[in-house]
């Protein structure tokens, strides 16, 4: 396996991450970017709105 | 009239009061634990674990003066060599969250990320609280049955 496929990615949008947001965990099997905890606990709206992206 | 000039989000992030229906749900700020310990980054590791644990909590927030929270002990630190200091020991820069969320949505994500405690902190990042799952799943299901 190599370098890139052991990143941890946001399961929302894909992102590289190094840790899972939401709980620190490096390894954790739900990983959230910061971004997506911040919308998802309402904290922010995401720009551009999901239903527009592509 | 009082015009804040941060936003509505910032008002509700820094834990002031609301109105509306919305504002009558459980929020992560109602439900944490005001009494978690807290400890210094020059404290000694063993001393807080004793303190910690002798008031019954698994974890320990490191706090500035000003209650900015700088770090977190949870258990796996907590368990640490009782000689080094919080600042070698401790977690840097949690995961922290606001005030304002509902303990329903708290309740849920800490269960699927198997978390069991989390530090609530205002938008300029001063504690809170400590929210246990424990209390946050309780709390969400009492207000299910109340639905």
Redo the contacts between chains.
Sequence with gaps: MTDTEQRLRCEDCDCEIECCEFCDAEDCAKAMCYGCVAVLLSHSVPHPPRAERK | MYDYEAGK?DWL?AGLPSEGTNAERPRAGDVARKDAPTCTLDERLGDVRERARTAGWTVAVVVNAERVVLGLLREKELDGDPERSVEQSM?PG??T??P??DVA??AH?MT????TSSPITTSDGRLVGILLRDDAVRIAHEEHRHD
């Design positions: 989000l992030a977690r949690p995961s969250f606001r304002h969320v949505e708290m994500y699927e990320h198997d978390l």
